[in-house]
Nanobody, 125 residues
Framework: QVQLVESGGGLGQAGGSLRVSCAVS????????MGWFRQAPGKEREIVAA????????YYVDSVKGRFTISRDNPKNTVYLQMNSLKPEDSAVYYC??????????????????WGQGTQVTVSS
């Protein structure tokens, strides 16, 4: 059974930092590209960041470049999203997703086969 379990969300302050994690089981994690998406109320789910299965290629949406960092720890089957210089507009439910053998177009939702349940991130001004 494939499981993606996010953790680490919560309440942060503008200008502060939070880190969200996603633990993966039931998959060969090292063969999966991983992505972080977010969805705010009334908005479409959007890509935030992605990392290739090799770990040597990353993607960031323009609004988080220079503030967020995606990373992976293959022995721990975990992907992280470090969020710095938080803004109120970063408030959303954050989802991790897995794309087995994903190598390209990782910004597209359609590339991801498995999804977590999400973790709420709220940034106060």
């Amino acid at each position: 059974q494939v499981q993606l379990v996010e953790s680490g969300g919560g309440l942060g302050q503008a200008g502060g930092s939070l880190r969200v994690s996603c633990a993966v089981s039931g998959l060969t994690f090292s063969n999966c590209a991983m992505g972080w998406f977010r969805q705010a109320p009334g908005k479409e789910r959007e890509i935030v960041a992605a990392i290739s299965w090799t770990g040597d290629s990353t993607y960031y949406v323009d609004s988080v470049k220079g503030r967020f960092t995606i990373s992976r720890d293959n022995p721990k089957n975990t992907v992280y999203l470090q969020m710095n210089s938080l803004k109120p507009e970063d408030s959303a439910v954050y989802y991790c997703a897995a794309s087995p053998w994903g190598v390209s177009n990782l910004e597209l939702r359609s590339k991801y086969r498995y999804w977590g349940q999400g973790t709420q991130v709220t940034v106060s001004s």
